[in-house]
């Protein structure tokens, strides 16, 4: 830019992850390194629960469409809305996230802005992305060529910085990173006094059936009159769990509630355990640093992915499968309070020294702004 500023512009699908987790981060490149930043998204605003958030050195870009559904006809304008506002701004980097701007922004930044640093930060494979666990395919193999473009690609756990690294042989090893999560801040998500008090197992989430609210709702059956209480903090999507369902559990009285939540660090405190039986292909979810922080147990579905989020036995455990007598056995485990005091002290002591914002926001900014 003319005033010798940096610009930077993020690309993701929605308002939320720029509001629940590039906040800090934006914020960080505005003050402490004099950027100028663009937030554009693919226009999936029809929730109105997150709205972009005003910041000074900070503006907003809607790209229309729809970020959640398969790539088609309908991108092509939010593509070229994209293509006109990188010429008109001119940034410097361009870091893309959630799966849409990952596979199309890259060819549409390389086009426009030739010279562009462009990120790809891929925090799980989700449903989406599946599909590049397979050894082979006409998807796969035109992913590999739509994210030729990506100068440096950060994920969040081993198996997908492995995963790209076969996708792409000839990228060097210093451009493909791992973060320990996206970071949270300890300061804010806080244990409450006696967590086990509280008797509430919770579940966080995308109110989708590959979240796994369907093993929570089983536990919550298997342990109906344990005096265990239940409640689920999750946004409905257009293509999620249909309304009138939801009601039903709420009726029957096996959720005491169901819904979105502004202040996740109170839901936490209100808290027992975290349940997180997530059947979707994820990164490091936010969900378990924040749990651990605000002095959580977590009961994790075990998988691959998520072999960093917690300690085996120290912060929570893992269960296999769905089978509510498992996820049962593993809650019976942190009945005994000296068990459950322990694994809370442990949970949050690891969630601030692994995942605190300000060390991964450090690491992400270089990764960022460095060649």
């Known amino acids: 830019m003319a005033d010798g500023r940096r610009t930077v512009m993020f690309l993701g699908g929605s308002p939320m992850p720029f509001c629940r987790f590039r906040r800090a981060l934006i914020e ?3 003050a402490d390194h004099d950027c100028r930043v663009l937030c554009a998204y693919w226009g999936d605003d029809r ?3 997150f709205a972009p958030f005003p910041a000074t050195g900070v503006s907003w870009h809607d ?3 729809d970020h959640a559904s398969p ?4 991108d092509l304008a939010p593509m070229a809305r994209l293509f006109r506002l990188i010429r008109r701004h001119r940034p410097e980097v361009i870091c893309c996230f959630n799966a849409k701007p990952i596979v199309l922004g890259p060819a549409v930044a390389r086009l426009a802005r030739r ?3 462009i990120v790809a930060l891929m925090e799980g494979l989700g449903s989406a992305l599946a599909f590049l666990r397979a050894e ?3 998807r796969r193999r035109l992913f590999c060529t739509l994210t030729g473009p990506v100068d440096r690609w950060v994920l969040l756990n081993e198996r997908d910085a492995g995963l790209i690294a076969r996708l792409h042989p000839a990228r060097a090893a210093q451009d493909i990173a791992t973060l320990p999560g996206i970071g949270i801040d300890p300061d804010h998500f806080r244990p409450a006094a006696d967590p086990l008090a509280a008797r509430r197992l919770i579940f966080v989430g995308r109110l989708v059936p590959e979240k796994g609210l369907d093993t929570f709702l089983s536990l919550a059956r298997h342990l109906e009159g344990g005096g265990w ?3 689920a903090a999750g946004l409905p999507t257009p293509r999620g769990i249909p309304e009138d369902r939801i009601r039903g559990w709420l009726d029957q009285g096996l959720l005491e509630s169901c819904a979105p939540v502004r202040d996740m660090a109170a839901f936490y405190r209100r808290a027992s355990v975290l349940v997180f039986p997530s059947r979707y292909e994820e990164g490091l979810p936010a969900v378990i640093m924040e749990a651990q922080a605000s002095g959580l147990p977590c009961l994790v579905r075990d998988a691959a992915s998520l072999r960093d989020a917690i300690g085996d036995g120290e912060t929570g455990f893992f269960v296999p499968g769905d089978d509510p007598a498992d996820w049962a056995a593993a809650l019976r485990r942190l009945e005994d309070p000296a068990t459950f005091a322990a694994l809370s002290a442990a949970a949050r002591d690891r969630a601030v020294t692994r995942f605190g914002q300000d060390r991964i926001n450090a690491r992400l900014t270089r990764l960022l702004l460095e060649g």
């Open 28 to 30: 960080r490149l505005v």
């Open 47 to 49: 929730d109105g629960f």
């Open 63 to 65: 790209l229309g469409g």
């Open 71 to 74: 790539p088609g006809a309908g």
């Open 115 to 117: 010279r562009a640093r």
């Open 136 to 138: 082979s395919g006409a």
């Open 229 to 231: 209480r239940f409640a």
